[in-house]
Antibody, heavy 116, light 106 residues
């Protein structure tokens, strides 16, 4: 069955770089698009960016040049890398698989705290 | 970028009530809107996409409608398991979530 799982650090220092891996199973990254979504504690959902099945990417302009998404299809992994972290980047980060435009399958999310 | 204005931010309902949540897009999104349910500590669950198409497993008491810029999501006969937060998502031009609605029991 379709599964996604995020792995990353629990704690990242202020101004440092966040790296999170989304490992998927049950489908191919060359067939489906995978997205990153985050949610600060007690707040709403925010779309961050997408890895297209063809290898291209799209990003939320709110993240400007801080965000980079890449993949390793041989390992069924999608990577999120975001630099210059601030305290308001503290959030649960989810990866999700697209189906018909919407996000139909989600990982459990990984909570990242940015510490000063 | 398309903005999604979701209202109300919170909603109090009794069991058996009908509740409605609305999302207004900053431009026409051609019915490309989905609705999610999220319970504390869990990932969002897709309930409806393309305005009114229920996902497999979504109870029929959930419904969606709308066109152009204005969309709504309703739960008829609210049940205790429906107590959660709800979000709209536009996917006409990139992706944008609404701010969310927290549904509580009165």
């Amino acid at each position: 069955q379709v599964q996604l799982k995020e792995t990353g650090p629990d704690l990242v220092q202020l101004t440092q770089t966040l790296s999170i891996t989304c490992t998927v199973s049950g489908f191919s990254l060359t067939t489906y698009n995978v997205h990153w979504v985050r949610q600060p504690p007690g707040k709403g959902l925010e779309w961050m960016g997408a890895m297209w099945n063809g290898g291209g990417t799209d990003y939320n302009s709110a993240f400007k040049s801080r965000l980079s998404i890449s993949r390793d299809t041989s390992k069924s992994q999608v990577f999120l890398k975001m630099n210059s972290l601030q305290t308001d980047d503290t959030a649960k980060y989810f990866c999700a698989r697209q189906l018909g435009g919407a996000f139909a399958y989600w990982g459990q999310g990984t909570l990242v705290t940015v510490s000063s | 970028d398309i903005q999604m204005t979701q209202s109300p931010p919170s909603l109090s309902a009794s069991l058996g009530d009908k509740v409605t949540i609305t999302c207004q897009a900053s431009q026409n999104i051609n019915k490309y809107i989905a609705w999610y349910q999220q319970k504390p500590g869990k990932a969002p669950r897709l309930l409806i996409r393309y305005t009114s198409t229920l996902e497999s497993g979504t109870p029929s008491r959930f419904s969606g409608s709308g066109s152009g810029r204005d969309y709504s999501f309703s739960i008829s006969n609210v049940e205790s398991e429906d107590i959660a937060s709800y979000y709209c998502l536009q996917y006409d031009n990139l992706w944008t979530f609404g701010g969310g609605t927290k549904l509580e029991l009165k």
